[in-house]
Nanobody
Framework: QVPLVESGGGSVQAGGSLSLSCEFSRLSSPYNCMGWFRQAPGKEREGVAVFRSGSGITAYRDSVKGRFTISQDKDKNTVSLQMNSLSPLDTAVYYC??????????????????WGQGTQVTVSA
């Protein structure tokens, strides 16, 4: 059973917006870092945005700063990624992830132990 469940995604034209959501209720192991990663065809998976539970500290890759926002809903046990001003370069499969870090939450997929199944985001020109 996949511990994290993503929803949202889909297709949009350049300049449009999409919102992704990830449910963490199935995850019973401890974690304090929650993040979104993406993988485009033929490319390596890359970190997009991460959120540290408790402090609320976030980190974004440079190419999405000012356009994407990661946030947590503690009541719903979800983490969302609001994506605005999308471009075709944002086209990828997006994955949510969770991990446990003693220091900072980084945009490195090797820091995360739990993953969702992925959801496709396609942005057309």
């Amino acid at each position: 059973q996949v511990p994290l469940v993503e929803s949202g995604g889909g297709s949009v034209q350049a300049g449009g917006s999409l919102s992704l959501s990830c449910e963490f209720s199935r995850l019973s192991s401890p974690y304090n870092c929650m993040g979104w990663f993406r993988q485009a065809p033929g490319k390596e998976r890359e970190g997009v945005a991460v959120f540290r539970s408790g402090s609320g500290i976030t980190a974004y890759r440079d190419s999405v700063k000012g356009r994407f926002t990661i946030s947590q809903d503690k009541d719903k046990n979800t983490v969302s990624l609001q994506m605005n001003s999308l471009s075709p370069l944002d086209t990828a499969v997006y994955y949510c992830a969770a991990g446990l870090s003693r220091i900072v939450c980084r945009l490195r997929d090797s820091d995360y132990n739990y993953w969702g199944q992925g959801t496709q985001v396609t942005v057309s020109a």
